[in-house]
T-cell receptor, first 113, second 110 residues
Framework: DTAVSQTPKYLVTQMGNDKSIKCEQN?????MYWYKQDSKKFLKIMFS???????INETVPNRFSPKSPDKAHLNLHINSLELGDSAVYFC????????????FGPGTRLTVL | SQKIEQNSEALNIQEGKTATLTCNYT??????LQWYRQDPGRGPVFLLL?????KEKRKERLKVTFDTTLKQSLFHITASQPADSATYLC?????????FGKGTMLLVSP
């Protein structure tokens, strides 16, 4: 059983489009995250949710909107996609907060043309 | 501003040797420090966590040290194997977040 899953694995789209990435964890964790890893491999936190509530919202354009319908899911919706949004997006989860190990999904490679 | 530095150049070593990776940080007082491994095309995988009041942590062939005075962590892989080739990321925990370094690529040749 996959612990943290993301769909789709690859996403190629045109500038200006709106797209969503889905994430699910079956570990029973309370906290979920979205990270962005750019072309230089720098992994940066975007959002953190604890029990469906937003905890961390780093400096991210408001075109990015996370949604957590329940504790096991954290989806990422992106409006008006720009070239600079091209990156690999990772979902992760942890039992409770950042002091515990985080379990990462396989990543979604987003390419904006 | 907070800064985490890991060797940007790849570390090349021969199989059987000990690999030592460095993580330095500034303007930070983390309570915990974690190390992750990332293979190409995959998400990071947790390896070890060390607390600020711990000097050293071991797990099988892995050893991590944490020196809060030097603001440095060292990550050692003993008896390295080609399968250990990957990028290794250190991450510092703060309030509700983990901040990652850029990682160091380790290449172990047979």
């Amino acid at each position: 059983d996959t612990a943290v899953s993301q769909t789709p694995k690859y996403l190629v789209t045109q500038m200006g489009n709106d797209k969503s990435i889905k994430c699910e964890q079956n570990l029973g964790h309370d906290t979920m995250y979205w990270y962005k890893q750019d072309s230089k491999k720098f992994l940066k936190i975007m959002f953190s949710y604890n029990n469906k509530e937003l905890i961390i919202n780093e400096t991210v354009p408001n075109r990015f909107s996370p949604k957590s319908p329940d504790k096991a899911h954290l989806n990422l919706h992106i409006n008006s996609l720009e070239l600079g949004d091209s990156a690999v997006y990772f979902c992760a989860s942890s039992q409770d907060g950042s002091n515990n190990e985080q379990f990462f999904g396989p990543g979604t490679r987003l390419t904006v043309l | 501003s907070q800064k985490i530095e890991q060797n940007s150049e790849a570390l090349n070593i021969q199989e059987g040797k000990t690999a030592t990776l460095t993580c330095n940080y500034t303007n930070y007082s983390p309570a915990y420090l974690q190390w992750y491994r990332q293979d190409p095309g995959r998400g990071p995988v947790f390896l070890l966590l060390i607390r600020e009041n711990e000097k050293e942590k071991r797990k099988e062939r892995l050893k991590v040290t944490f020196d809060t005075t030097l603001k440095q962590s060292l990550f050692h892989i003993t008896a390295s194997q080609p399968a250990d080739s990957a990028t290794y990321l250190c991450a510092l925990s703060g309030y509700s977040t983990l901040t990652f370094g850029k990682g160091t690529m380790l290449l172990v040749s047979p």
